[in-house]
């Protein structure tokens, strides 16, 4: 599976941004996929995650009502929609992937499958 995240960028407080990850290399029905972020200097985080075939979905207390994780069958893409931006949700967003289409996981090493990165930064 090949994974190439984009759609980072520099935001103020307040404002959207919307990343994307392209999904290569395998059907997908069969896994589940998520985001995680890092902030420099501190460990890689958990964001939201999403089954792909069920579309069943499960978020950070820190995103809840704010971030919104979705999938596009077609294109074979998913997304994150990020509203209402903190400057404490500036990181590296990375998508991932895991073999596994019955519980959505939170824990990084769950995952085999992992894009570049995308930088968001959010200004305060």
């Known amino acids: 599976v090949q994974l190439q995240a984009s759609g980072g960028g520099l935001v103020q407080t307040g404002g959207s941004l919307r990343l994307s990850c392209a999904v290569s290399?395998?059907?997908?029905?069969?896994?589940?996929m998520g985001w995680f972020r890092q902030a420099p200097g501190k460990e890689r985080d958990f964001v939201a995650a999403?089954?792909?075939?069920?579309?069943?979905?499960r978020y950070a207390d820190s995103v809840k009502g704010r971030f919104t994780i979705s999938r596009d069958y077609a294109k074979d893409t998913l997304y994150l929609q990020m509203n209402s931006l903190k400057p404490e949700d500036t990181g590296v967003y990375y998508c991932?992937?895991?073999?596994?289409?019955?519980?959505?996981?939170?824990?990084?090493?769950?995952?085999?499958?992992w894009g570049q990165g995308t930088l968001v930064t959010v200004s305060s």
């Open positions: 290399g395998r059907t997908l029905n069969s896994n589940s």
């Open positions: 991932a992937s895991r073999q596994g289409n019955t519980w959505l996981k939170s824990e990084s090493n769950e995952y085999g499958y």
């Open positions: 999403i089954l792909w075939r069920r579309g069943s979905t």
